[in-house]
């Protein structure tokens, strides 16, 4: 779907103060029906993102994170069934997966005297029933199943729609009779970073050649191509 730049802007204005919750993405649904709920899931995703890093620091000084944790601890001393780290994050406009990272990182250096790894803090987050404290695991999991930006639910979901994308892209290229090499053959030719196809013969398209093709299975904002090109796009042109 393509979206002329007053479209995008207009629904990224909207996106302002608004929290990162499936509700919201509901209430965005039915401002802009004409649009679908992945092109506004999408936006929705990479502008609260943007914020995220903007207001990222403010967050992981010493005095908010001990604020936020003993918040926690007098909220489920209160009523430990409660979403407390979920209102929690949502009053401090955080995502409430980064949140819940915070309070069990936190948790886990007070009971073990000694930071935890990135790596146990990960397994624990995929898979909070490895939490030692079941009030915790429960807060983390709501965190988790409510955050619609961040975490790893979000994370699998977006390496399902991209791998998906790829495998629809290769079925096309199929279709249309096009050799190409992909990512994985690339690699076994010695190559270190690749685009997802390679064109082993060049294709013209409204006037241009195409070498190469890239898949990107999310909205394309100004920002992100331009992170793209940097990051990627120009070493491929270069080559």
């Avoid at 926690?72 to 430990?80: F, H, I, T």
């Amino acid at each position: 779907m393509i979206l002329t730049k007053a479209q995008y802007e207009e629904i990224a204005q909207c996106l302002v103060a608004v929290p990162p919750t499936r509700q919201s993405l509901r209430k965005l649904k039915q401002m802009f029906p004409s649009q679908s709920q992945s092109t506004l899931l999408s936006i929705f995703s990479q502008e609260y993102q943007k914020h995220i890093k903007r207001t990222h620091a403010k967050h992981h000084t010493v005095e908010a994170i001990e604020t936020y944790y003993q918040r926690y601890l007098s909220g489920v001393m209160k009523d430990g069934t409660a979403p407390v780290l979920l209102e929690l994050a949502n009053e401090v406009d955080y995502a409430p997966s980064l949140m819940a990272r915070i309070i069990l990182e936190r948790f886990l250096q007070e009971r073990e005297e000694s930071p935890p790894s990135k790596s146990v803090i990960n397994s624990m987050l995929r898979d909070p029933s490895q939490i030692p404290d079941g009030v915790l695991a429960n807060q983390v999991y709501q965190c988790i199943v409510n955050d619609c930006c961040y975490g790893p639910l979000v994370g699998c979901i977006k390496h399902a729609i991209g791998h998906e994308h790829e495998v629809l892209l290769r079925d096309l290229l199929l279709e249309r009779n096009l050799s190409f090499l992909d990512e994985d053959q690339l690699r076994a030719k010695g190559y270190d970073k690749t685009p997802d196809f390679i064109l082993e013969v060049p294709v013209a398209l409204e006037g241009h050649i195409i070498h190469w093709i890239e898949s990107k299975a999310s909205f394309g904002d100004e920002c992100s191509h331009q992170a793209y090109l940097h990051d990627q796009f120009w070493s491929y042109w270069n080559r």
